[in-house]
């Protein structure tokens, strides 16, 4: 099999490079069958590239621990899911993914995009093969995943425990699909340049693709959070590590372009600027690859050290140098439409809000790359920790979320005096009232206070929005309120998806301002004895050690440290926090014994238990206790996040046209219910399809 | 005219206060990355270095070197690059990754004591092989 699999990444190689040099040649101009045959490669592709991973699958379900990747990552006792999951637990596997899932996307981008868009087809066919080359080339060069060993050992080494963990046969996948469907994006974006066909065509063709990864870039960084959260066991879920930011980099620039290309759409303006950051947000994915690989920065999340990062950087050069050269080159052809008419305008706003996620994006990458940096320049290695990205980052941060407030309800062009008071009196002072309220709780800590405050103001916001568009389809349509709010989200959804996406990001807001109440002690107790913490929120929680019991699992050994908790005096059951020293079939371990965290869920706060170990082998053991507030907010707020998301890109919630006359965003609701409504649907029967 | 010169006005001050925090945010929290070779030139160059200055160490934990007492979560071990060995000592927990088999690499924040020894705040092992175990013979 592994034959089969290495005969179809080199058919690979050659499908792909035949479509890139094809396509980029512009020979197909004026002969539609050569056209459909560069499109028709990507599905050739993607067949070779299917052939390939069947082929390792089949290598891991056998156990042909003669097959180094197969050897390396799994044992004959790993449960079956994990060994589904090997293939993307290493480097040459997730090569190999990576490159499987971008040709399917590229085959998706072929079949699923409307008729009107098929002159940029061919260049789009190229862009992907070219990527997909670039990943294919890499594997065969240097990290084949079919490398045979020179013997056949009797078990494999079984896969890390840290990756055991369901979070885990998600988390990467997730991540790779919103890293890898961001050269869709880029596809367009340079197959838009190389055929100067600059209207706003390619920004439509594209918009689901660009939520796609969008939503996928989501998903993918909160099941890492989740994943740091239970898995690492130091009692956080971020920590500002570079393998964590680099998954940052290119959601920070997709969700300013998610915003930009909205004053494209209506206006006509920021052509350049949206071409800037989808080329960027395409590097920057190529950079968290990068860095994700070849451990040029030190990192829990990264894989061994290895040269393939050479071949990343030079393909970061080589793309980078392609993507500006290409707009440099169109520039001219790039002018915008319309002027800036007031800085009191929602154009503004959306400006603004993209200069600091730029902004941001900028001081994470400038942070990560430091070391690297400051050694260059000055030959002293200067590091900079989560001290640094929080100093700069809260306060950028508290500007974006005021600006999530006023962004979508300014008016357009220019706000005039009574559109502020009418749209923002009753939300600033929805601001006022919590901000108040805090006070009079006894709340003291400056940015907390305000990151609560302007929640509270963003929250006032859309529910004012809800409400107001709510009340006009009653009043208009004699409709009850269920079926008024309902129809309000179903006909606009594109707008009243954004405003739950944006009430996702707020309870990620407060739920990151709740850690900043976290409570920790450490503590060695004999059996019998506790120790007494008090909560933020007011309640003691009392932790009794229970003792120690030890005992062996499908492929490990157990130590377990049991907690009786007791919450204000009443009993509030067990936790257990576990050593597991991981073990193959012969019972030889495997890997340094790993640490489960016992994790008590709340709404208010999570009890976060780690056994940090056992004196000596007696049943006094070593303990570690968090209070966590509000970290069940972060999952639930990313859950509001993609349902968001999803109602946005439901097939119906489609490109507004951009000859629709800009409406003050007060009166925009009702019109949408009539006039503007129209107009969205038919626009959406047709784009609906692109995903 | 007016409107593009306010929102430049805007665009300005959203660019000078990111590039101020930035380098504010470097001079407060920045910190040396040393080698312990590294560490002995800095303080043999300045003396002043001893006691006041924080810094990261990265290096491998001389094997055998680890002394843990777990009743008081201590623990002493040695940290050398093959040139330079310093004493390091550390009260806390350390990961699942820290022993003193197979050359661990750390990564030790603290500052030097006038005894020699680096008092830790922080110790982070980073694992080379992390997410993969080691493999006797690799296919050469």
């Not at chain 1, 799994?74 to 040709?103: C, D, E, H, M």
């Not at chain 1, 947000?281 to 061994?304: A, C, K």
């Not at chain 1, 020293?581 to 869920?601: A, C, L, M, W």
Request: aromatic fraction near 12%; charged fraction near 15%; include cysteine.
């Amino acid at each position: 099999m592994t034959l089969l699999g290495e005969f179809s990444l080199w058919a690979a190689v050659i499908v792909g490079l035949w479509c890139a040099v094809i396509s980029f040649s512009g020979r197909w101009n004026g002969r539609p069958e050569l056209a459909a045959t560069v499109t028709r490669s990507t599905h050739a592709l993607l067949f070779c590239l299917l052939a390939a991973s069947l082929a390792l699958w089949q290598g891991l379900i056998s156990h042909d621990f003669n097959i180094e990747y197969v050897a390396a990552y799994t044992s004959r006792n790993l449960p079956p899911y994990f060994i589904v999951s090997a293939f993307w637990a290493g480097q040459k596997g997730s090569l190999l993914f990576w490159a499987v899932v971008l040709s399917l996307f590229g085959s998706l981008a072929q079949t699923l995009t409307p008729r009107r868009y098929s002159d940029l087809l061919p260049y789009v066919a190229g862009v992907t093969s070219a990527v997909v080359v670039f990943f294919v080339g890499v594997m065969v060069l240097s990290a084949n995943p079919f490398d045979r060993l020179a013997f056949t050992p009797p078990d494999g080494r079984g896969l890390n425990p840290q990756l055991q963990n369901v979070g885990m046969v998600i988390h990467p996948p997730m991540l790779y699909l919103g890293y890898i469907s961001i050269t869709v994006p880029f596809a367009f974006a340079a197959a838009a340049l190389l055929s100067r066909k600059l209207d706003t065509g390619w920004i439509h063709a594209i918009r689901k693709w660009t939520l796609v990864s969008w939503l996928f870039l989501s998903i993918g960084i909160t099941l890492g959070m989740w994943w740091a959260y239970v898995e690492l066991g130091w009692g956080g879920y971020w920590a500002w590590d570079p393998v964590e930011n680099a998954s940052l980099l290119p959601w920070l620039t997709m969700t300013a372009f998610l915003h930009s290309v909205m004053i494209q759409e209506k206006r006509g303006m920021l052509k350049r600027w949206n071409l800037g950051l989808i080329v960027g947000t395409f590097l920057l994915s190529i950079f968290g690859t990068f860095i994700t690989r070849s451990g040029v920065i030190s990192s829990v999340h990264s894989f061994t050290q290895s040269n393939v990062g050479y071949f990343f950087l030079a393909f970061l050069v080589i793309a980078g140098t392609f993507g500006f050269t290409l707009l440099y080159t169109r520039w001219p052809l790039l002018e915008a439409e319309a002027s800036l008419d007031s800085v009191a305008s929602r154009e503004a706003a959306f400006l603004f809000n993209n200069l600091l996620f730029v902004g941001i994006a900028f001081s994470v990458l400038w942070g990560t790359l430091f070391p690297i940096l400051s050694e260059l320049v000055r030959g002293n290695k200067i590091t900079v920790g989560p001290p640094f990205f929080n100093r700069v980052n809260v306060p950028l941060g508290l500007l974006l979320l005021g600006l999530t407030g006023i962004g979508p309800l300014i008016a357009w062009r220019k706000a005039s005096p009574e559109n502020l008071k009418r749209q923002f009196f009753w939300p600033v002072l929805a601001g006022l009232a919590t901000l108040a309220g805090l006070l009079a709780a006894g709340m003291r800590d400056p940015y907390p206070l305000m990151a609560l405050a302007l929640a509270g103001f963003v929250a006032g916001t859309i529910a004012q929005e809800f409400q107001r568009g709510t009340r006009a389809r009653m009043r208009m349509h004699q409709e009850p309120l269920p079926i008024a709010l309902g129809r309000l989200i179903g006909r606009n959804r594109r707008r009243y998806g954004g405003y739950l996406v944006h009430v996702g990001m707020l309870i990620y807001f407060v739920a990151f301002a709740g850690m900043a109440f976290k409570r920790e002690q450490e503590a060695t107790l004999k059996p019998g004895q506790s120790v007494e913490m008090r909560s933020p929120f007011g309640h003691t929680y009392r932790f009794t050690h229970l003792g120690i019991s030890q005992y062996e699992a499908l492929n490990r050994i157990v130590t377990a440290g049991t907690i009786e908790v007791t919450k204000d005096g009443k009993s509030d059951g067990l936790i257990t926090s576990e050593k597991r020293q991981h073990v193959d079939s012969f019972k030889r371990p495997t890997f340094e014994p790993s640490t489960e965290v016992g994790i008590r869920s709340g709404l208010q706060e999570d009890l976060y238990v780690v056994l940090a170990g056992v004196v000596n082998g007696t049943e006094e053991a070593v303990y570690r206790f968090n209070l966590n507030p509000l970290v069940w907010w972060v999952w639930f707020g990313g859950m509001v996040l993609v349902s968001g998301g999803l109602v946005t890109m439901w097939p119906g919630g489609g490109p507004t046209i951009r000859t629709r006359r800009p409406a003050q965003a007060g009166y925009e609701v009702a019109l949408d219910g009539r006039t503007g409504g129209q107009a969205d649907r038919r626009a959406d029967g047709t784009a609906a399809s692109a995903v | 005219m007016k409107a593009g010169h306010k929102f430049l006005l805007g665009a300005a001050l959203i660019v000078g206060s990111v590039a101020f925090l930035i380098t504010e945010g470097v001079r407060e929290t920045g910190v040396y990355f040393l080698t312990p070779s590294e560490l002995a030139q800095k303080t043999a160059q300045d003396p002043s270095f001893v006691e006041n200055v924080g810094f990261k160490v990265g290096a491998k934990v001389v094997p055998g070197s680890v002394r843990r007492d777990a009743a008081n979560r201590r623990i002493d071990f040695q940290v050398s690059d093959g040139v330079k060995t310093y004493p390091v000592t550390y009260k806390g927990l350390v990961p699942d990754t820290f022993t003193d088999a197979d050359d661990i690499e750390v990564v030790v924040e603290g500052r030097l004591g006038r005894d020699g020894v680096i008092r830790a705040t922080d110790v982070l092992a980073k694992c080379g092989s992390r997410y993969e175990a080691k493999f006797g013979a690799k296919k050469a």
